[in-house]
């Protein structure tokens, strides 16, 4: 079950879409398994993630960890994004052992958008 916290993300809707402007990059990553989807729409500028903003399709804890992530990764090194989005799950009540592929999953869709 998705903690209190991060169930509460998935009422909003704030930073659902696609990104606009210059610098606008995208990725897709999709769960071999059970067949979860995260597309993400980023805008960066050097190794800044300025903006993101999702889609997803799956299950509550995939979406939660989309949303977290593009509240988390604004304004931030693309090199903390990993640790950033770490850090916001563990002060949203953390991840349970069969939720985890949803961190993992929006991971790979932001190498997908920014090639690394």
Known sequence: MVAPA???LLQCSDLVGECTGLDVCTGRAEHGVCGDVVQLSVRCRADELLEVRWRAQGCPATLAVAALA???WTLLPLAQAATALQAALDGHGGLAVHERHAAALVLRALAAATGR
């Open 70 to 72: 593009a509240r988390t």
């Open 6 to 8: 991060l169930r509460e």
